[in-house]
C-alpha cells in the first residue's frame, strides 16, 4: 500500500512540475521576450539518484524528447552540506536566467549565510 502510495506522489508530483515548465516555455507574450540563448542548468541540491535528481532528469529528458525549448536542460549535482553547496552556487548564479534550482522540501530549511 505504501509503495502504491509513494508512486501516486511521485507521478502526481511530475505531472505538476511537467505542467508548470509547459507553462514557462509556452506562456503568451509576457514569456515571449525571453528565450534561453545556451544551455539551461538544472542544479540539484543531492547526489545521483535521488528524488531531485530522478525529478530533473524526467524533466529534463521531456524538454528534450518534445522540443520544448531551443537549448538542452542539463541536470548538474551540487551535493554536500544538506544542499547548501547547491545554494551557493545559485546564489553566485544570481541574475543569469539560464540556473534553475532544483530541490526537495527538507532543503527549504537549510541557512545560508
Known amino acids: ?19 508548470l515548465v509547459l507553462t514557462a516555455v509556452s506562456a503568451g507574450p509576457a514569456a515571449a521576450a ?8 538544472f542544479i540539484i541540491m543531492a547526489g545521483q539518484g535521488g528524488g531531485a535528481d530522478i525529478y ?3 524533466i529534463s529528458g521531456m524538454i528534450e524528447k518534445h522540443k520544448l525549448a531551443p537549448v538542452a536542460y542539463i541536470p548538474i549535482n551540487k551535493d554536500g552540506g544538506a544542499g547548501a553547496v547547491a545554494m551557493q552556487y545559485v546564489r553566485g548564479k544570481e541574475g543569469d536566467p539560464h540556473t534553475i534550482m532544483i ?11
Request: no cysteine; net charge positive; charged share 15%.
Open 1 to 19: 500500500m505504501r509503495r502504491e502510495s509513494a508512486r501516486w506522489t511521485f507521478v502526481i508530483a511530475t505531472a505538476l512540475a511537467l505542467a
Open 103 to 113: 530541490t526537495l522540501s527538507s532543503f527549504l530549511m537549510t541557512p545560508i549565510n
Open 34 to 41: 525571453w528565450q534561453p540563448t545556451k544551455p539551461v542548468e
Open 56 to 58: 530533473a532528469r524526467l
